[in-house]
């Protein structure tokens, strides 16, 4: 199968009677954006930020290693928990472990999105009148 690519009003926007909506939209969806030069640093500027660097690497590592720390925890207590159970009655046991046919929230409940409903606008609704 041969894929064609139609020129638009002579190949380029640029000329007379081109459509620069069609540079724009390419240039939109298919360039990456461009960015600034970055600063460079030197002598001891350059340490400082790599010293700031490393020290804000540190804290998101320990931060990451004690949300870890606290998940184990946490699951280890659960585990206990339907061990201990499982020990003292299996029908609260089996209870535990039924998924809930309820929405919880705010797991299940839905979330905003900026898309529109799916039941559309209500063209009927009228707004209710204040008492004079």
Not at 29 to 42: G, V
Not at 102 to 127: L, M, N, R, V
């Amino acid at each position: 199968m041969t894929q064609v690519r139609w020129a638009t009003g002579g190949g380029s926007s640029s000329a007379p009677g081109g459509d620069a909506r069609i540079e724009t939209i390419r240039r939109v969806l298919f360039e990456s954006p461009r960015r600034e030069a970055s600063i460079k640093l030197e002598g001891e500027a350059l340490e400082q930020h790599e010293t700031i660097e490393r020290a804000w690497k540190l804290h998101k590592m320990r931060a990451r290693e004690q949300r870890q720390r606290t998940l184990e925890r946490q699951f280890r207590a659960m585990n206990d928990a339907m061990t201990e159970l499982e020990k003292t009655s299996d029908r609260l046991y089996k209870g535990a472990l039924v998924k809930s046919r309820h929405i919880t929230y705010p797991k299940q409940a839905k979330i905003p999105t900026e898309t529109p409903s799916s039941t559309g606008w209500d063209y009927a609704f009228k707004a209710a009148e204040e008492a004079a």
